[in-house]
């Protein structure tokens, strides 16, 4: 969103419900920092939301990420980050 403007719409870059991700993509949906569940031990899973975003088809200046996430069992979380786009001329 930038001057209360959305500039892209809501999409999902990725999405679980009806079959797991090939190995072979894991590089690409996720993000450096990805851990796995393990026994005993939560997972922790950074995902690229906006890997092929080019920030050059936006003017410069303050926008905001917002993102939502669910999971299988009806958890729900939402935040706002501000960002600002700061293209080389």
């Given amino acids: 969103m930038h001057a209360g403007r959305v500039v892209r719409p809501w999409h999902a870059p990725v999405d679980f419900r ?34 092929t975003w080019d920030t050059r088809r936006l003017a410069n200046g303050l926008y905001r990420l917002d993102v939502a996430v669910a999971d299988a069992q009806g958890n729900r979380a939402t935040a706002h980050l501000p960002i600002t786009i700061a293209n080389r001329p």
Wanted: aromatic share 14%.
């Fill in 18 to 51: 009806k079959t797991l991700l090939p190995k072979s993509l894991f590089p690409i949906v996720f993000a450096p920092g990805t851990r796995q569940n393990r026994p005993n031990k939560p997972g922790r899973y950074r995902f690229f939301v906006a890997h």
